[in-house]
């Protein structure tokens, strides 16, 4: 599958090229989101009124999600006191692009008038950011059903891990580099949030760069009893999504090919062991333990900041 992975780069061309990128980062508009409490609390209260589950289940130990995913340690070289994607100063809600419900943190209402959080709908809940995905799809090119996974998976995030400050947009970005949200290879992402089929990488075998993972799940994920393959629009490892998978849309399935359960899945892993991914370090840490691969690190920074500045966020 034609995933970005890539060779590893030298060190110092890594912290140069990362300063570059942090530094002209901050001179242009921010990817960040940052939703207003009020529509947070509102929603998942909503969420939990009608019985649903918002809450995956809880990490036990670190481990690799994509392939070659293979350290979680703190990254070198990369800087530390420069703005993070995402981060441009004081956290503002975006003008035409923010989702519905809600004040922002000024108090200025919504686009449309709208200042209390629309009612839940029964089944998937990502359905309540529809019309803030219409419109922020029209500038970046991001399926709409993409982008409320993204954007739900954030809205949740805000509330189990409120330290972590997670932007959609680099879930977006991970989306993209991985899958293309999804679409790759022809396949297409049904309004559901499932893939009109399932994805699943090249086996992890040793050759051609791959990393070496034998089978951890009988098969049953992957469809591989020798070796273990990446897997769905955010190509989980299966043993991986054993250990952290998601049920985002409340269908009692975790499901790795579904992208509201793989983005939220995404999200926690991300965000495990008390990262703040408004700091550089951090959130650069985060993608290198989600995919040990600089060139990949560099590939999710430029498309989150392409999201940012489309969006106008």
């Known amino acids: 599958m034609p995933f970005a992975h890539a060779g590893p780069v030298r060190p110092r061309q890594l912290a140069v090229g990362a300063a570059r990128a942090t530094r002209d980062w901050s001179r242009r508009p921010s990817g960040r989101t940052t939703l207003p409490a009020m529509f947070l609390l509102a929603l998942v209260g909503a969420a939990t009124a009608a019985g649903a589950v918002l809450v995956p289940a809880a990490v036990r130990k670190p481990e690799p999600v994509a392939v070659e995913a293979t350290s979680a340690a703190p990254v070198f070289g990369v800087p530390q006191t420069a703005p993070a994607p995402g981060l441009t100063g004081a956290p503002v809600l975006p003008g035409p692009t923010g989702p519905p419900g809600g004040l922002g943190p000024s108090g200025t209402p919504l686009p449309g008038g709208v200042t209390t959080a629309p009612a839940l709908p029964t089944g998937r809940p990502a359905d309540a950011l529809a019309g803030w995905a219409q419109r922020v799809s029209g500038t970046t090119d991001v399926p709409a059903v993409a982008l409320q996974a993204y954007g739900y998976a954030e809205l949740v995030l805000a509330q189990t891990h409120r330290s972590c400050q997670l932007s959609w947009t680099t879930l977006a970005a991970i989306g993209y580099v991985e899958s293309r949200h999804g679409t790759t290879g022809g396949v297409t992402l049904l309004p559901s949030g499932l893939t009109s ?117």
Request: aromatic residues 8%.
């Open 197 to 313: 089929k399932e994805i699943r990488g090249d086996a992890l075998d040793g050759q051609g760069g791959r990393s070496r993972i034998l089978d951890t799940d009988q098969g049953q994920l992957d469809g591989d009893r020798v070796y273990d393959r990446a897997i769905g629009p955010m190509q989980f490892i299966p043993g991986t999504w054993q250990e952290i998978g998601a049920d985002a849309d409340n269908d009692g399935v975790k499901n790795p090919h579904d992208i509201d359960d793989a983005a939220l899945a995404a999200g926690e892993y991300l965000c495990k062991g008390g990262r703040n991914m408004t700091i550089p370090g951090d959130w650069w840490g985060a993608i290198l333990s989600y995919n040990d691969v600089r060139r990949y690190a560099q590939d999710v920074f430029t498309k989150a900041d392409e999201y940012g500045r489309r969006s106008g966020t």
